[in-house]
């Protein structure tokens, strides 16, 4: 089993930037795929963004391509999301997620495809 909590979320003003973590405990995750989706009020919750477990390869939804940066740290078992120009339409609980079995350059971007699931951090974007 892994267990995954989220960190860094918050109240921002638009255009600023957060850093949301991911912390991984009870297994490494360096071999599996992570994620964060988000989930805002009264909607179904998104893709935004996925790695592979090395790092090499990066999956971004449109609308946060080039404001979003997702990283991972596997020595310390954490995945990042850093959120830059941040928008009111950002506003949303964050969620990370770690994908166990993949094929190898796929990108997984349902929500039902992931294994494990953080418990969610909020991230609110004032206008």
């Known amino acids: 089993q892994v267990q995954l909590a989220e960190s860094g979320g918050g109240l921002v003003q638009a255009g600023g930037s957060l850093r949301l973590s991911c912390a991984a405990s009870?297994?490494?995750?360096?071999?599996?795929?992570m994620a964060w989706f988000r989930q805002a009020p009264g909607k179904e919750r998104d893709f935004v963004a996925a790695?592979?477990?090395?790092?090499?390869?990066?999956y971004y939804v449109d609308s946060v391509k080039g404001r979003f940066t997702i990283s991972r740290d596997n020595a310390k078992n954490t995945a990042y999301l850093q959120m830059n120009s941040l928008k009111p339409e950002d506003t949303a609980v964050y969620s990370c997620?770690?994908?166990?079995?993949?094929?190898?350059?796929?990108?997984?971007?349902?929500?039902?495809?992931?294994?494990?699931w953080g418990q969610g951090t909020q991230v609110t974007v004032s206008s």
């Open positions: 009870g297994r490494t995750i360096s071999r599996y795929i």
């Open positions: 790695m592979s477990p090395s790092g090499g390869n990066t």
């Open positions: 997620a770690a994908k166990t079995t993949y094929y190898s350059g796929t990108y997984y971007t349902g929500f039902n495809e992931y294994d494990y």
